[in-house]
């Protein structure tokens, strides 16, 4: 007699399970969105040789970072996050537009305050495209080294339609519309040549639910040389800040750039 089929994992939708993948794509309730923004805030910028500012994404918190600026500061690097406020003066909402001004604005006063002349940004989800647009349009190209996005949809994402009904229909944030594939900022990030001496790295997963991993390819057109994908598996939305796997790519790229711009500084003197 012939024993009863297994069920697959893929077919396990046991409550456990269900928690898991949706903590993997989503973050934790607890540790992500019912914090707040309280990342502890540290006094030690501009006292290490490499600075990385971490930004966050859509309907997130700073709380989203915790393990990755645990492990960088670790490992030797000045981090920071901003607030990037937007709704309930915590979540990120804003428009990519208004946030990549923000950050020009903050990141000049930091640097005038800290003498920090450049740095580095891993953004995740919409957070990569705020660097991408701070960078591109903002004025940022001074002050970056480096770009890291972690499930950025670079080519917009059809999950925004979600985040337009979880808007009222973007009545509450015009973000999401800025997110969907064709939107004018998404077509004026890719018309624009990305700065051939600021590296831009695309770190996806193929089991990213918020962001499918074609969104986040990547494109390079002859001349940017600097792009490059890094894809992987396994891994849902958020894991992308969490996984110590993803960290270690993260902190390759930030010392392969560090590296780069360290010959590029003319000799003292």
């Avoid at 990120?92 to 003498?115: F, H, P, Y």
């Avoid at 890094?230 to 796997?245: E, F, R």
Wanted: aromatic share 6%.
């Amino acid at each position: 007699m012939p024993s009863p089929p297994v069920p697959s994992r893929a077919a396990d939708l046991s409550p456990p399970r269900v928690y898991r993948l949706l903590r993997g794509q989503l973050g934790s309730l607890r540790g992500v969105y019912l914090r707040g923004n309280r990342i502890v805030r540290k006094s030690d910028q501009g006292q290490q040789q490499e600075t990385v500012l971490l930004l966050h994404g859509f309907m997130q918190t700073r709380n989203v970072w915790q393990l990755m600026e645990d492990r960088l500061r670790h490992d030797g690097f000045g981090v920071l996050s901003f607030d990037l406020g937007g709704l309930l003066w915590r979540f990120n909402t804003g428009s990519i537009d208004e946030l990549a001004a923000r950050v020009a604005d903050k990141i000049e006063r930091l640097c005038q305050r800290t003498g920090i002349d450049r740095l580095h940004i891993v953004g995740h989800s919409k957070g990569g495209l705020i660097a991408r647009r701070y960078v591109q349009h903002a004025g940022g190209h001074p002050r970056v080294k480096s770009v890291i996005t972690l499930g950025t949809p670079h080519h917009g994402t059809p999950t925004a339609l979600i985040g337009i009904g979880l808007m009222g229909g973007a009545l509450l944030s015009r973000s999401p519309l800025q997110m969907l594939p064709g939107s004018r900022v998404l077509r004026e990030l890719g018309a624009d040549h990305c700065p051939a001496d600021v590296p831009l790295v695309s770190i996806y997963s193929k089991h990213d639910l918020v962001c499918p991993w074609w969104c986040s390819v990547l494109r390079p057109r002859p001349g940017e040389g600097s792009m490059k994908n890094l894809p992987l598996s396994g891994l849902g939305h958020t894991d992308l800040c969490t996984d110590p796997g993803v960290y270690h790519l993260v902190r390759r790229e930030l010392r392969d750039a560090a590296a780069v711009w360290a010959e590029r500084r003319p000799p003292p003197g």
